[in-house]
């Protein structure tokens, strides 16, 4: 085994843990925010280069973290799952060629693609969990999840152990001239970028084909476009992993094949959302929601509410009226007492004049979101006024309406 690889896993690790277990114990500080500076401290120190390494990239790695620990909004959707991991790889590639920066030249290797291809996988990993999988498997509400820093603790262990793992690998192959000047006649981006292409398609159309979505219903009420953002996002990470298998020097014929299973997938992304497919798919899931969920107050009220948007999109004003309505009868949605009432086709229906149905729906809403009397009470007055309310508020997927509408 190669022992500067497991001493860079090692030393980038051990760290980032001692970090988490303190902030499982002292849950109300930003202890979280110490695991990057100490990563890179102990990684840089564990090469023995003297302080420049590893101030470097304890310095990078903290702004890194600081940027992280500024996302706010969750967002669930699959793409920017993919830019984040974009974003991050930029960000450690950065931090690995400035730490190369410090050692001598005659020492100097590709330590910003050791720490680039780690950090991608783990800003993935960091939104994955911080967006979709909030969402997918509600662990706002798990005691041992709730606010804990876990998609911190997961973006730090994956870079940290993956980039010291990569730079101690091949920190050994130039000490010992490994490195050099053999061709490979592998060219493993371009199978990557194949494997991305078929797994967004194949997943997508396994699912797509049975009105189901992969990660669940994201906070939107057409899933069309929950499907068109799956294929975006894989369209996308294939896009990136060719455009590298591209620039090396063989097996460019698999990176063809990659782009073109990419750019497949990015022009099915755009025709996911358009007429007839987009109907029948957001029809044909919120049957399926409802069939499968009849006892669930947050199924129906968004099963519901997707058959009211789809109607509309089909100008058909009188199952969009029914269903809109429909969506208020639920016995009660967890969603609604925490976000409140979705407004987008309450908004949809007032621009079109059904006014009447529009103070029916918030009329019903009283009972499902009593803590949002107040709120509910300024939309009917300002209805009755003759003027358009303020929908400005928060839906059943956490989604914030849109703020234009004064």
């Avoid at 974003?87 to 001598?104: D, I, K, N, Q, R």
């Avoid at 409802?290 to 109607?311: P, W």
């Avoid at 079109?352 to 009470?377: N, T």
Wanted: net charge positive; charged share 15%.
């Amino acid at each position: 085994m190669n022992r500067f690889a497991l001493r860079g896993a090692i030393a980038f690790s051990i760290p980032v843990l001692f970090v988490f277990v303190f902030s499982v114990v002292h849950p109300a500080g930003y202890y979280f925010l110490a695991a990057g500076p100490l990563c890179g401290l102990a990684g840089g120190l564990a090469f023995g280069r003297r302080w420049g390494l590893p101030i470097v990239l304890g310095l990078c790695f903290g702004l890194i973290g600081l940027m992280f620990s500024l996302q706010d909004t969750r967002s669930a959707l699959f793409s920017d799952v993919i830019w984040t991991g974009f974003v991050s790889a930029f960000l450690f590639w950065v931090a690995g060629g400035c730490a190369m920066l410090t050692l001598p030249a005659d020492l100097r290797f590709n330590g910003a693609a050791a720490l680039a291809i780690p950090g991608a996988i783990a800003g993935m990993a960091f939104q994955f969990f911080y967006g979709p999988a909030h969402f997918l498997f509600d662990l706002g509400s798990r005691r041992w999840w709730g606010d804990s820093p876990w998609p911190h603790l997961l973006l730090w262990l994956i870079a940290g152990a993956g980039g010291g793992w990569l730079l101690g690998l091949k920190w050994q192959q130039d000490l010992s001239r490994e490195k050099a000047m053999k061709f490979s006649p592998r060219n493993p981006w371009a199978e990557a970028s194949i494997v991305c292409g078929l797994l967004g398609l194949g997943l997508g159309g396994l699912y797509f084909l049975q009105s189901r979505l992969p990660l669940g219903l994201f906070n939107s009420l057409s899933p069309a476009s929950a499907a068109a953002d799956w294929f975006w996002g894989w369209g996308l990470l294939a896009a990136g992993v060719a455009a590298i298998a591209a620039v090396k020097p063989n097996r460019r014929l698999r990176a063809a094949l990659g782009i073109a299973l990419a750019l497949t997938l990015v022009v099915s992304s755009y025709r996911l959302e358009a007429n007839p497919w987009k109907s029948q798919f957001n029809s044909k899931y919120a049957e399926k929601l409802l069939h499968e969920n009849a006892a669930s107050g947050d199924a129906i009220y968004a099963g519901n509410l997707i058959l009211a948007q789809a109607a509309l999109d089909n100008n058909d004003l009188a199952n969009a009226k029914r269903y809109f309505l429909q969506a208020a009868t639920t016995p009660g949605a967890r969603r609604i007492e925490q976000n409140g009432l979705d407004v987008s086709v309450a908004r949809l229906l007032f621009d079109r004049g059904e006014k009447d149905a529009v103070l029916e729906y918030l009329h019903r809403g009283r009972d499902l979101w009593p803590q949002g009397a107040q709120v509910i009470s300024r939309w009917e007055a300002a209805i009755k006024a003759g003027r358009r309310p303020n929908f400005n508020t928060r839906g059943p997927g956490g989604q914030q309406g849109i703020p234009q509408d004064r």
